[in-house]
């Protein structure tokens, strides 16, 4: 897995507004999963693009896509989403909640939550991290 010093993040101004051509940052590969984490299909063709991370680097804010997949991702903070595009259905391992979400779906998940991600069709999402600890290993 890449480290968090190996992913370049590139600063930007206070005040960013992406539309028109901009709307669509581009994306990078990241990481492979855990084999132990992936359930059904090839959730490692995902990627993305921190756009912000606060100089403390417990705070950021990307976008993220992973084609059709199922898998399982514990969340090391608080994340606060949008959907993009796509279809994915989350489910809280703990509690066994279930949610479909598509495009313009906003969500929000727990830190310490083990999230299963059925994704059906490509999902694209922007999101924010909050992290009470930053972990080195870690590349959003």
Same mark, same amino acid.
């Given at each position: ?13 206070? @005040? ?7 709307? $669509?940052?581009? +994306? !990078?590969?990241?990481? $492979? ?17 921190? +756009?912000?991370? $606060?100089?403390?680097?417990? =705070?950021? &804010? ?12 514990? =969340? ?6 949008? &959907? +993009?595009?796509?279809?994915?259905? @989350? ?9 479909? +979400?598509? !495009? ?37």
């Amino acid at each position: 897995m890449a480290k968090a010093h190996d992913m370049p993040v590139e600063a930007k101004p206070t @005040l960013t507004v992406f539309s028109g051509e901009d709307a $669509d940052p581009p +994306l !990078a590969p990241w990481p $492979d999963f855990p084999a132990e984490d992936v359930i059904a299909g090839d959730p490692d063709g995902h990627r993305g693009v921190v +756009l912000y991370r $606060d100089p403390k680097r417990r =705070y950021s &804010v990307g976008v993220w896509e992973c084609p059709p997949a199922t898998f399982i991702e514990p =969340y090391p903070g608080t994340e606060c989403g949008h &959907v +993009l595009a796509g279809r994915a259905t @989350l489910t809280n391992e703990a509690t066994g909640e279930s949610i479909t +979400l598509k !495009a313009g779906d906003h969500f929000f998940i727990e830190f310490g939550a083990r999230i299963t991600w059925q994704v059906h069709e490509t999902f694209r999402k922007v999101y924010t991290m909050y992290e009470d600890e930053w972990d080195e290993e870690r590349f959003y």
